[in-house]
């Protein structure tokens, strides 16, 4: 059964840091590009960043400079450290697993950012 489990969202004031975390299972981890995407309120969820099998990273570009993304092979994770935090960040962010057309969500974690 392939899992993927989102935490590290929470509370944080503008200008401040926090990192995500997937934890995957049931997959051959290094074999899948890993994304990062968030949907606001009342919006479409929105590509963030993806690391490849390969390690080549992209960015959406309203995060480039303050987002990176990082994976760990040997512990099935993917990361998404996020500093500068602002408002507009505010959002449910989930992580996906993609390879040959086969794609799977997390189930998102919260992170807010107050104005």
């Known amino acids: 059964q392939v899992q993927l489990v989102e935490s590290g969202g929470g509370l944080v004031q503008p200008g401040g840091s926090l990192r995500l975390s997937c934890a995957a299972s049931g997959i051959i981890f290094n074999r899948y590009d890993m994304g990062w995407y968030r949907q606001a309120p009342e919006k479409q969820r929105e590509w963030v960043a993806v690391i490849t099998s390969s390690g080549s990273t992209s960015y959406v570009d309203s995060v480039k400079g303050r987002f990176t993304i990082s994976r760990d092979n040997a512990k099935n994770t993917v990361y998404l450290q996020m500093n500068s935090l602002k408002p507009e960040d505010t959002a449910v962010y989930y992580c996906?697993?993609?390879?040959?057309?086969?794609?799977?969500w997390g189930q998102g974690t919260q992170v807010t950012v107050p104005s």
């Open positions: 996906n697993a993609k390879r040959l057309g086969y794609i799977k």
